[in-house]
C-alpha cells in the first residue's frame, strides 16, 4: 500500500462510515479496483483506520460526550449496554467475519439486498414518537444493539441496521441516526482497540503479528496508519452533517437505490473479476516472504 492508496481508502471511510450502505463493503471494493492484493495489513488498516471516524463524533457531539455540568449518566449506561451484543458476538463470530471481508460477490449481494429493505423503510415507520436520546428506554437501546449485529455480515452497514433498529423502537429518522452515531463510539473503539492490541492477524501463516506489530514493522507503516486515521477524521466531519441533512429531508429511498445500482455493477465485475484462491494464496506467500526479508 502506498500513500495515496491509505488517503483513497481513508476517504472512502470518513464518507461511508456513518452513511447506510457499508464502510467495509466500499473499502473493500475501492482496494480490489486499485489492484491491491489482499494482506493482513491491508485488512487490519480498514479496521483501525475507524479511530478516525470515531473522533469526528466525539468533536462534533462533544457536549453530548462531556457535559458535565448536566451530567447524564443514564446516555452512558445505555451505550454500554447496547454495544455488549456487539461485543459478545463478534469475538463468537470473529474468524467467520474475517474470512468473508475477501468475498466481493458475497458482499456486493449483500449490498444489493440491503438497497431494496431500504426502500421500503420510511412507508414501514411512518409515526415516529421518540424526537430524543433522552427518550429511549434502556430496553429500546439495547434492542437497537441486537440489531447493529446484523451489520457483522460484511456489506450490511453498521449505521443502516442501528439507524432500522432505532426506527422500529419509534425513534424518528433524525434521533435513530444521532443514536446510531453516538453507539458506533464505543462500539468501533472496541473493534479497534481489538484489532491492533489482542487480535492476531495471520495466525495461518508463518509470521502472525498484532495489528501493533505491524503498524510499528516499518516507518512506512506508520506513516499510512496516521495519514488514514487523519484524513478519515476529516472527511467523516463533513459527512456526518451531510448525512443529517439529507436522511432528514429525503429519508432512506436515495441511499437504497445507490446501494441496488452499486451491488449490482460491482456484482457483474466481481463475478467475472474475482482472484481465485490460488491467486490469493500466491499473494499471501508473496507478502509472508517480504515480510521475513526486512
Not at 432512506?252 to 457483474?268: D, S
Request: proline share 3%; charged share 15%; hydrophobic share 50%.
Amino acid at each position: 500500500m502506498n500513500t495515496l492508496q491509505a488517503i483513497i481508502i481513508a476517504i472512502i471511510e470518513g464518507l461511508t462510515e456513518y452513511l447506510p450502505i457499508s464502510s467495509t463493503a466500499h473499502m473493500g471494493f475501492t482496494a480490489a479496483l486499485m489492484g491491491m492484493p489482499e494482506s493482513e495489513f491491508l485488512k487490519m488498516f480498514q479496521v483501525s483506520i475507524q479511530f478516525g471516524a470515531i473522533l469526528s463524533i466525539v468533536v462534533l457531539y462533544w457536549k453530548k460526550f462531556f457535559d458535565f455540568k448536566n451530567f447524564n449518566f443514564n446516555f452512558y449506561i445505555k451505550l454500554a449496554c447496547a454495544v455488549i451484543p456487539a461485543l459478545i458476538l463478534g469475538k463468537l463470530f470473529d474468524d467467520k467475519i474475517e474470512a468473508v471481508l475477501g468475498n466481493q460477490v458475497a458482499i456486493s449481494g449483500m449490498l444489493v439486498f440491503g438497497g431494496i429493505i431500504l426502500l421500503f423503510v420510511d412507508k414501514w415507520f411512518k409515526n415516529p414518537k421518540i424526537n430524543d436520546e433522552k427518550d429511549i428506554t434502556l430496553k429500546q437501546a439495547i434492542i437497537i444493539g441486537f440489531w447493529q449485529c446484523l451489520a457483522m455480515m460484511p456489506g450490511t452497514s453498521r449505521s443502516a441496521a442501528s439507524i432500522i433498529g432505532g426506527m422500529t423502537q419509534g425513534l424518528s429518522r433524525k434521533a435513530a441516526a444521532e443514536f446510531s452515531f453516538f453507539l458506533a463510539v464505543p462500539t468501533m473503539l472496541a473493534v479497534t482497540v481489538y484489532s491492533i492490541f489482542v487480535k492476531t492477524w495471520g495466525e495461518d501463516t508463518a509470521t502472525p503479528m498484532k495489528g501493533y506489530e505491524m503498524i510499528l514493522q516499518d516507518q512506512n507503516h506508520i506513516i499510512l496508519f496516521l495519514i488514514g486515521n487523519v484524513v478519515a477524521f476529516i472527511v467523516a466531519l463533513i459527512a456526518v452533517k451531510t448525512f443529517i441533512a439529507v436522511l432528514t429531508k429525503y429519508g432512506f429511498k436515495f441511499w437504497g437505490f445507490y446501494r441496488i445500482i452499486i451491488g449490482i455493477i460491482l456484482l457483474i465485475y466481481f463475478s467475472y473479476n474475482s482472484p481465485t484462491q490460488a491467486e490469493k494464496d500466491n499473494t499471501a506467500s508473496v507478502e509472508t516472504t517480504m515480510i521475513q526479508h526486512k
